[in-house]
């Protein structure tokens, strides 16, 4: 029998985001659990904004996961960047 795997979310949604500062996100499991993976989902509420964001970063912390997101240029009035980050989580 396999261990049951939980998945913890964490999304952030930026409005125009400032150009340059990066945006980050951390998912983190229950502290009687240990993470096992995760990623990150980055999306904007503009499809022209896509080319506009960068993900910097999108790795393991000792707790969950974590994502690190800049816009490089500016994004269309009213458009926001969506970040979700998911850390997989499993009871030791």
Do not use: K
Not at 54 to 69: C, F, I, K, S, Y
Request: one cysteine or more; hydrophobic letters at 35%.
């Amino acid at each position: 029998m396999g261990q049951i795997v939980n998945g913890r979310s964490q999304t952030v949604a930026t409005l125009r985001p400032p150009v340059g500062p990066p945006i980050t996100v951390t998912s983190d499991c229950l502290s009687s659990e240990v993470p096992i993976g995760g990623g990150v989902r980055v999306s904007t509420t503009n499809p022209a904004d896509v080319s506009r964001l960068h993900l910097q970063e999108d790795g393991p912390t000792d707790t969950g996961w974590l994502g690190r997101v800049a816009a490089i240029s500016r994004f269309a009035p009213g458009s926001s960047l969506i970040i979700t980050v998911t850390a997989y989580c499993v009871e030791p």
